[in-house]
């Protein structure tokens, strides 16, 4: 069974300041998916950004862009001029391949992350 | 679009009680899935379906069940509500890697 670890809790970064958070994950797929979600106050779950497993180039969404180390099973989120509005939990997630048939994400415990003005 | 919307937004249930959550999607998704949210934790799977009339158990299915009678409907029920089933409940649809999530249902049983 895959499992997603995120070792940081809690989080605190300054107004304009980047932050990186950190997701590890243990799978015997050699191709699968990982996501970034975001979850602020309002509870509404929101994607992020997504990587492919067997595209090496690391994904980029505006401010947001991510450290991929398939060899390490490592998958980071960093988060470049931070805003006041990025303040939420993070949930790092992960897919096994869409066709396999079992396509539930599973997700990481989160981490609460707090944009400081 | 609506998306995914889910019905109630709240609610207290008394232990043994049953009730049925709603979730209905307007973007003709075959995927379906349930989720619960336990204070501090992340999202784990109740149960999932592909399609119309096909339902499979995730990690945490004791105590529910679902039915999927049209691509459009994916209901929850619980039987016998108890305190261990407090938690926000969401569902989501999703027709190929992205899941679009409904926003939430938060579930008291006292």
């Known amino acids: 069974a895959q499992t997603v670890t995120q070792s940081q809790p809690e989080m605190s970064v300054q107004e304009a300041e980047t932050v990186t958070l950190s997701c590890t994950y243990d799978?015997?797929?050699?191709?699968?998916?990982l996501f970034w979600y975001k979850q602020p106050p309002s509870r509404q779950m929101i994607l992020v950004i997504r990587?492919?497993?067997?595209?090496?180039q690391n994904a980029t969404e505006n401010r947001f862009s991510v450290n991929f180390q398939k060899a390490a099973k490592s998958f980071s989120l960093k988060i470049s001029d931070s805003q006041l509005g990025d303040t939420a939990m993070y949930f790092c997630?992960?897919?096994?391949?869409?066709?396999?048939?079992?396509?539930?994400?599973?997700f990481g415990k989160g981490t609460r992350l707090s944009v400081i003005a | 679009n609506a998306g995914v919307t889910q019905t109630p937004k709240f609610r207290i249930l008394k232990i043994g009680q049953s009730m049925t959550l709603q979730c209905t999607q307007d973007?003709?998704?075959?995927?379906m899935y349930w989720y619960r949210q336990d204070p501090g934790m992340g999202l784990k799977l109740i149960y999932y379906?592909?399609?119309?009339?096909?339902?499979d158990k995730g990690e945490v299915p004791n105590g529910y069940n679902v039915s999927r009678s049209t691509t459009e409907d994916f209901p929850l029920r619980l039987e016998l509500a108890a305190p261990s089933q407090t938690s926000v409940y969401f569902c989501?649809?999703?027709?190929?890697?992205?899941?679009?999530f409904g926003p939430g249902t938060r579930l008291t049983v006292l």
């Open positions: 973007m003709n998704h075959n995927y």
């Open positions: 379906s592909v399609g119309a009339g096909i339902t």
């Open positions: 799978t015997s797929e050699s191709n699968y998916y």
């Open positions: 997630a992960f897919m096994k391949p869409f066709r396999s048939g079992n396509t539930p994400l599973v």
């Open positions: 989501a649809s999703s027709a190929d890697l992205e899941q679009f």
């Open positions: 990587q492919e497993a067997y595209k090496q």
